[in-house]
């Protein structure tokens, strides 16, 4: 029996927080973005999510189409103008103005929460936005969104070569979410260095890849892992919450 397993990540903020973790992650100059690159990266969580059959809200697809639009348009050759013509607004403007305010209420979002933890005398982890004259950070444990180990899904996917249709049969193997998280949990707990995301992933099965990845979310969610990453594009390591 085949079926289509559907799953809805709450985790996932929205398109421009997907753009600005690209931003930030590729150390891109937010006032002069390039489109081609940011479309090209963009795409890559779009299609993982696709292959995953995950069930992707509409706005994601709709900043794909517009950002699909922008390259196109970025790739015209330029007419050249004469001095009595008017100024040609950037193409880009829309998207940069869109992006520097979300920017801003996130931030403002973040020292609320800051002043709030400090309130409650709770620590926690520096922003993940930087400005773009800042360096870029060594990130420290827990210092993984849910886009990190999406790519990192999609790199495994690309590293045992499942370009190919996955397996959707149905088994009497498969398990609940809740049962993952159990069996995850236990092989972390084992090792005491860690184990890598994509030791995780030893049935080619969809189902079990999707449950696998909901599985290690729900567990970061109620801090019973923790995730590692050096800096970004480095392999993730996941520990026990108490390690």
Request: proline share 3%; with cysteine; charged share 30%.
């Amino acid at each position: 029996m085949n079926v289509s397993y559907e799953v809805k990540l709450d985790a996932f903020e929205g398109p421009l927080d997907l753009l600005l973790h690209l931003i930030y992650q590729y150390e891109i100059d937010i006032y002069d973005i390039p489109v081609a690159q940011i479309t090209e990266q963009y795409m890559v969580y779009i299609h993982t999510m696709q292959r995953l059959e995950l069930n992707i809200a509409s706005e994601y697809l709709v900043m794909a189409s517009t950002l699909l639009a922008l390259k196109s348009q970025m790739l015209l050759p330029k007419q050249e103008l004469d001095e009595e013509d008017e100024y040609v607004e950037d193409p880009r403007q829309e998207l940069m103005e869109r992006l520097i305010v979300y920017k801003k209420y996130k931030e403002a979002a973040k020292k609320l929460e800051e002043k709030e933890s400090d309130a409650l005398g709770i620590y926690t982890r520096p922003p993940v936005l930087a400005d773009k004259e800042s360096t870029q950070p060594v990130m420290e444990k827990g210092d993984v969104s849910v886009y990190d180990m999406l790519a990192a899904l999609a790199h495994v996917l690309d590293r045992k070569r499942w370009n190919e249709p996955l397996e959707t049969t149905v088994k009497r193997t498969d398990i609940s979410i809740e049962q993952r998280m159990e069996q995850v949990l236990e092989s972390v707990s084992r090792c005491v260095d860690g184990i890598h995301f994509n030791e995780l992933f030893t049935v080619r099965s969809r189902t079990h890849i999707v449950v696998t990845f909901m599985a290690v979310l729900e567990l970061m969610k109620n801090n019973d892992v923790i995730c590692e990453q050096k800096r970004h594009f480095d392999d993730i390591i996941i520990y026990a919450g108490g390690a």
